[in-house]
């Protein structure tokens, strides 16, 4: 008979330690931080977007990445980055379409900026290195590749942890300026 009791003991035991570990778990895992908002992908009808980027990498909510990438973005090219890097991310983050018409559009559009030291070479054209470009959603390959090849905006460093940040579109009246 006691060993009925201490076996109902033990159950009830560990039915209440269960209890308190799934309701400890539920409190700890289910923790909303305030400071980010998650993007709700499965609603999207569109790709990745540069608020994404934003959201996972700058920890702004989803209203805020969405207002700043609308407004434009600062894409950095650092001393490590290479062509095909520079092609996929910004087909990854919805600036460009198609990533071999960009490819070609470097290659073919004029390159009035004759490129720095160690510049990434396409053809005869450059993108320089150690610089960021103010882009914007909506803009064809062809004015991305101008972008890239004629208006950067030099870093005082050589290193920069960020690939996209706030910024805005530097196309046509962009200068050529010192680092900020």
Known sequence: MRNKKINIKE??????ACLVVTTGSYAIFTHKDSRFEAVDLANRTEDKGVEDYFVEKLGMNGEEA???ADQGVSFYITGTTNLD????????????????????ALA?????????????????????IHAYYGLK???????????LLNHPV??????YNYMFMPGEYYGDAAQNTPAR
Not at 108 to 128: F, M, Q, S
């Open 11 to 16: 159950i009830i035991l560990i039915a209440i």
């Open 66 to 68: 969405k207002k700043f």
């Open 85 to 104: 890097a520079i092609i996929s991310n910004l087909h990854y983050y919805g600036l460009i379409k198609d990533e071999k018409a960009f490819r070609e």
């Open 108 to 128: 073919k559009t004029k390159d009035t900026l004759p490129g720095n030291e160690n510049a990434i070479k396409i053809g005869n054209n450059t993108i320089d």
């Open 137 to 147: 959603k909506g803009l064809t390959a062809w004015q991305v590749a101008d972008v």
């Open 154 to 159: 030099y870093l005082k460093g050589e290193e």
